[in-house]
């Protein structure tokens, strides 16, 4: 079946550095990458979405110049924290929606991200 | 604009009992309805999905869900629960953009 790549599982880092998260496709083309986020105890909340080879669209609140998102080809899109603080540690999830799935929309693992 | 809501943060039942998770939704066009199972620090996985046609949905791990128009439901069950069972579910609905917007999720507890 349709296979979401998600790297790094964890990741700890200090305040001010950046942080890039990766997700591949590994057996589908994936045209579209949803970029999620979720807090403890909390539900998944959608943070922007990517489109291969064009700009990527944020919700309402996201800062796309610290959240980056580049969707430079069909199997791969990746999410870069820029400047991280201690309130971006989160949980991240990307999820594709595999060709002809019918909606059954591909997650991949979540990074765990703690910024210390 | 859709949107889901799940009764119940917390369900708590004995192994072998029905497990039943309510979900309701909210939406402008015919929806498109799932439920995710998540364990702790893992993505998700699709347990069933509805689109079109039959109302009854069986899904992996002996659930099934059975979508109610007129109820607006989506709700979630099991015949018999599996110490296995305990998680996170969510409900979601497929947004306008083609994502999916959750519910707040219903942690699963199974006593043995």
């Known amino acids: 079946g349709a296979v979401v790549s998600q790297h790094p599982s964890w990741v700890i880092c200090k305040s001010g550095t950046s942080v890039k998260i990766e997700c591949r496709s590994l057996d589908f083309q994936a045209t579209t990458m949803f970029w999620y986020r979720q807090f403890p105890k909390q539900s998944l909340m959608l943070m922007a979405t990517s489109n291969e080879g064009s700009k990527a669209t944020y919700e309402q609140g996201v800062e796309k110049d610290k959240f980056l998102i580049n969707h430079a080809s069909l199997t791969l899109s990746t999410l870069t924290v820029t400047s991280a603080h201690p309130e971006d540690s989160s949980f991240y999830i990307c999820?594709?929606?595999?060709?002809?799935?019918?909606?059954?929309?591909?997650f991949g693992s979540g990074t765990r991200l703690t910024v210390v | 604009a859709q949107s889901v809501t799940q009764l119940g943060s917390h369900v708590s039942v004995s192994e072998g009992a029905l497990v039943l998770l309510r979900c309701n939704y909210s939406?402008?066009?015919?929806?498109?309805l799932f439920w995710y199972v998540q364990y702790p620090n893992q993505g998700l996985q699709l347990l069933l999905k509805?689109?079109?046609?039959?109302?009854l949905v069986k899904g992996i791990n002996g659930f099934e869900a059975e979508f109610k128009k007129s109820e607006t439901s989506f709700h979630l069950t099991k015949p018999s629960a599996h110490m296995s069972d305990a998680a996170e579910y969510f409900c979601?609905?497929?947004?306008?953009?083609?994502?999916?917007?959750f519910g707040k999720g219903t942690k699963l507890s199974v006593k043995p």
């Open positions: 939406s402008s066009v015919p929806p498109y």
């Open positions: 979601a609905v497929r947004g306008s953009q083609g994502n999916l917007i």
């Open positions: 509805y689109t079109t046609g039959a109302t």
């Open positions: 999820s594709a929606p595999p060709p002809g799935a019918l909606y059954g929309y591909t």
